[in-house]
């Protein structure tokens, strides 16, 4: 094997014997092959994400096959309507303009039925401040000094919350009780909460409106 000598300067002095090593060339050799395959994959990624705008449109057009094609349509089955009866309204104000179906007269008792949806947000015993006015309206027909039974009443769709259904209705037919004694303080009012143990009607999963019903406050009276 032959031995590279380079050509000695002069009055420079290389120990006989030793070979030629450029450590520091092939490091920058290396280091700049590094470089140009850095810039080079630079340059690809950049034009990757180049934007030239839509494709240019096919020669002779857009056919009425292609636009129908691009378009999704989804069959009117899938669409679940629900009827207007059990939709929860509620006026920005607060107000309440309606409470129920009004007096049931059931023998010598005369039943008053307050719906829930129309009196209190979902999981809320809290009334609007314009209720206790319309309450008042609903028992003015209520004989003075008369016994008043006022009774909560829930669907059997669980809360989801930290209380049960026996446990709102109560708090509901409280809130009731609560307006009639300020309007009414001659009546003596007994107070209880049923859950949904006393249904107005049987409920059907396929019509919400048999839930709404049984979500109601009653107050029942006789006369």
Known sequence: MRTLHTARPTGAVQPKGSALRLPGLQRGIRSACAALLLVVA????????????????????????????SVRVFSTDAVRVFSTDAVRVFSIDGSVTSLGDGVEVVGDTSVISLS??????????????????????????????????????????????????????????????????????DLDLEVSG??????????????????????????????
């Open 194 to 223: 049923v859950g949904d143990a006393e249904p107005a009607e049987r409920e059907d999963p396929d019509d919400p409106s048999t839930f709404a019903a049984n979500r109601r406050v009653e107050i029942a009276y006789e006369g």
């Open 116 to 185: 829930s949806d129309l009196l209190f947000p979902p999981n809320s015993w809290e009334l609007p401040a314009s209720a206790p006015g319309k309450i008042a309206d609903l028992v003015s027909d209520v004989p003075q000094g008369a016994t008043v039974q006022v009774t909560g009443h829930t669907d059997s769709v669980p809360t989801g919350a930290d209380f049960d259904n026996v446990e709102l209705s109560q708090e509901r037919a409280e809130a009731v009780a609560g307006a009639l004694r300020d309007e009414r303080p």
């Open 42 to 69: 630079t340059g690809a990624a950049a034009t990757a994400v180049v934007d030239d705008g839509p494709p240019p449109e096919p020669e002779g057009g857009i056919s009425g096959s292609d636009k129908r094609g």
